[in-house]
Nanobody, 120 residues
Framework: QVQLVESGGGLVQAGSSLRLSCAASGRTFSNNAMGWFRQSPGKEREAVAGISWSGGSTWYADSVTGRFTISRDNGNTLYLQMDSLKPEDTAVYYC??????????????WGQGTQVTVSS
């Protein structure tokens, strides 16, 4: 059974940093792209960052470019380094595994989410 478990969320002040982790189990995802999404109350879930199966290609939403860094290791662990956090980054952050090696396709699996709250 596939499981994606996020960790590292919390309450921080604006300007602080957090590092989210996502541990995937149940199968190997070394051939799958992975990504981070977030959802704030009253808003739709939005893509934050994506990384290809090899880690050689990454994508970021305009709102986080230059502040967030996505990375992965051993195919089954995903990270999101979040620096210079802003109150508008407050959301539940979700880890996702894409169906293919590209982050342009459909999502195959979702994590349960971890709350990030940034106070001003």
């Amino acid at each position: 059974q596939v499981q994606l478990v996020e960790s590292g969320g919390g309450l921080v002040q604006a300007g602080s940093s957090l590092r989210l982790s996502c541990a995937a189990s149940g199968r190997t995802f070394s051939n799958n792209a992975m990504g981070w999404f977030r959802q704030s109350p009253g808003k739709e879930r939005e893509a934050v960052a994506g990384i290809s199966w090899s880690g050689g290609s990454t994508w970021y939403a305009d709102s986080v470019t230059g502040r967030f860094t996505i990375s992965r290791d051993n195919g089954n662990t995903l990270y999101l380094q979040m620096d210079s956090l802003k109150p508008e980054d407050t959301a539940v952050y979700y880890c996702a595994v894409y169906y293919s090696g590209s982050y342009h396709g459909p999502i195959d699996f979702w994590g349960q989410g971890t709350q990030v709250t940034v106070s001003s």
